[in-house]
């Protein structure tokens, strides 16, 4: 019987590690929730052994075990395809942003070069930009520039 | 170099790790197109790509990962659609690809009234020839995709094609990053949307550098993923209609 202790034992344990976690925001609460309840279950089962053999021969298993290894595979094999579909999603939206970065990269030094290039500009590069700013021959390119930067957000969002 | 009112034709160059083969590319491509804009999109190289393309007079948009030929052409379509260029080319950044007829894949899409020109081999112009399970693979792709597109394409996986403004709308969010969905994936994404897509023929070039494969294990490969990406592609519910805005 002393077996059943362990496992009740351990199962508690497993559900307030889950609860430390999500209370630290190390785990987001969409993927606890599953794991909340399956350790819930199991403590279950460890508190009344005599459901899993009541289960398994409802379901028609002999070795009521079997039964608890063929859920376990079960469970986990729809863990891993959660898994790849977030995997999935993060790739997406770190491609997303890749590209978001390289544009906007790519207006930085546009707007660095003209800058640069403004006869304002001074060559210490802490009051350029200010000075350039109000440059009034530069300022109609920059505002032309800036909305190209300002736009981008709106793109992002029309991928998700 | 930015896109100002005359110049609305953007050549966009995917190129990863092409420090030798580009120079060359851009140069000629000046030469053939004067008054187009060239964008090289710089795939994460990490060799001098970067610095060769902006002496070679390109724009250059330097991604920080590497994505892939399709991860680097949206960025691309993204670059043309938010700067307004009413036709983008993509081009390979090896040379393959003629530049002098870049000019004839982007007036097929006045001539064709077309929304996607692909610049195609096997079309009764160029020597370029495969054999083996690439060239059934190629095969297979080319008579199903001409069904999905209500055209004849003998070439899908053509990396030389020319889009409009309403392609570039198109591409510039939804174009697939996964091995093969930058040509595949993204005709049929292109023909669900409505997009009225042609091809010409083209010659191809051996390549200025590298060379290419044909080891048959890998031939092989390519036609279980070619057919892998054309049935998931055409089971893709088709999420967004292409407007004809824009």
């Known amino acids: ?160 | 170099m930015t896109g100002g009112p005359d110049s609305t034709l953007l050549v966009i160059l995917p190129a990863w790790n092409e420090q030798d083969a580009l120079p060359r590319v851009l140069a000629e491509l000046q030469v053939a197109l004067p008054g187009a804009d060239l964008l090289v999109v710089n795939d994460g190289s990490t060799d001098r790509t970067a610095q060769v393309a902006r002496e070679g007079g390109a724009m250059v948009l330097d991604l920080p990962l590497n994505l892939g030929v399709g991860g680097a052409m949206r960025a691309g379509y993204k670059f043309a659609a938010r700067r307004g260029y009413d036709v983008a080319v993509q081009v390979d950044a090896d040379g393959q690809h003629d530049p002098a007829d870049v000019l004839r894949v982007v007036d097929a899409l006045r001539t064709e009234q077309a929304d996607v020109v692909i610049g195609a081999r096997f079309a009764g112009r160029g020597t370029y020839a495969v054999r083996g399970p690439r060239r059934w693979a190629m095969r297979l792709l080319s008579s199903s995709l001409s069904r999905v597109a209500k055209t004849r394409l003998t070439d899908t996986t053509s990396g030389f094609k020319a889009s409009n403004r309403r392609a570039i709308a198109l591409f510039s969010v939804d174009y697939p990053a996964e091995y093969l969905g930058d040509t595949i994936e993204s005709l049929v994404i292109a023909s669900r949307a409505g997009l009225r897509i042609r091809q010409i023929g083209v010659e191809m070039r051996p390549r200025v550098a590298g060379t290419p494969s044909h080891n048959p294990a890998k031939a092989a490969i390519f036609l279980g993923r070619a057919v892998l990406a054309l049935v998931i592609a055409l089971t893709r519910p088709a999420h967004r209609a292409a407007g004809g805005h824009a």
């Open chain 1, 1 to 160: 019987m002393s077996g059943y202790y362990f496992a009740l034992a351990a199962c508690v344990a497993l559900v307030v590690f889950l609860v430390v976690l999500l209370r630290r925001r190390r785990l987001r609460e969409k993927y606890a929730t599953a794991w909340i309840l399956l350790a819930l279950g199991v403590c279950v089962l460890g508190a009344f052994p005599g459901a899993v053999e009541a289960v398994a021969s409802v379901v028609g298993v002999r070795t009521p075990s079997n039964l608890l290894f063929a859920l376990a595979l079960v469970v986990l094999l729809g863990v891993c395809i959660q898994l790849s579909v977030e995997i999935t999603m993060l790739e997406e939206e770190s491609r997303t942003l890749t590209e978001e970065i390289s544009l906007l990269r790519y207006d930085v030094e546009e707007l660095a070069a003209r800058v640069g290039s403004s006869p304002a500009a001074s060559p210490a590069s802490a009051p350029a930009l200010p000075s350039a700013v109000q440059d009034p021959v530069p300022d109609a390119g920059l505002g032309g520039a800036l909305v190209d930067v300002v736009r981008a957000p709106a793109d992002v969002r029309d991928d998700g």
